[in-house]
Nanobody
Framework: QVQLVESGGGLVQTGGSLRLSCAAS????????MGWYRQSPGKQRELVAS???????RYADSVEDRFTISRHNAKNTVDLEMNNLKPEDTAVYYC????????????WGQGTQVTVSS
């Protein structure tokens, strides 16, 4: 069973920066897709950014020019550098690891709170 552990959340002012990190344990293989989702009260969980083991990145339109995702394949870690943070970025951020081809899997971290004050 793969476990994902996030770190790096916190409180920051508008325009500030934070870096989230996620480390996966329990997988003998490089995880196919690692990424970050977020969920704020009353809203559905949404993709923030993802990165395949081959280097293909995907970003939500709302963060594309401000956030950068990176990963270390051999260590199965993924980071999210968040710059120019806005109050609407406030949410619980979840690390995710998934595989889209058989055998599939979909693992989640416990979440880390990011709060951006105005």
């Amino acid at each position: 069973q793969v476990q994902l552990v996030e770190s790096g959340g916190g409180l920051v002012q508008t325009g500030g920066s934070l870096r989230l990190s996620c480390a996966a344990s329990g997988s003998p293989f490089t995880l196919q897709i690692m990424g970050w989702y977020r969920q704020s009260p009353g809203k559905q969980r949404e993709l923030v950014a993802s990165l395949t083991s081959g280097g293909t990145a995907r970003y939500a339109d709302s963060v594309e020019d401000r956030f950068t995702i990176s990963r270390h394949n051999a260590k199965n870690t993924v980071d999210l550098e968040m710059n120019n943070l806005k109050p609407e970025d406030t949410a619980v951020y979840y690390c995710n690891a998934r595989r889209t081809i058989t055998p599939t899997y979909n693992f989640w971290g416990q979440g880390t709170q990011v709060t951006v004050s105005s």
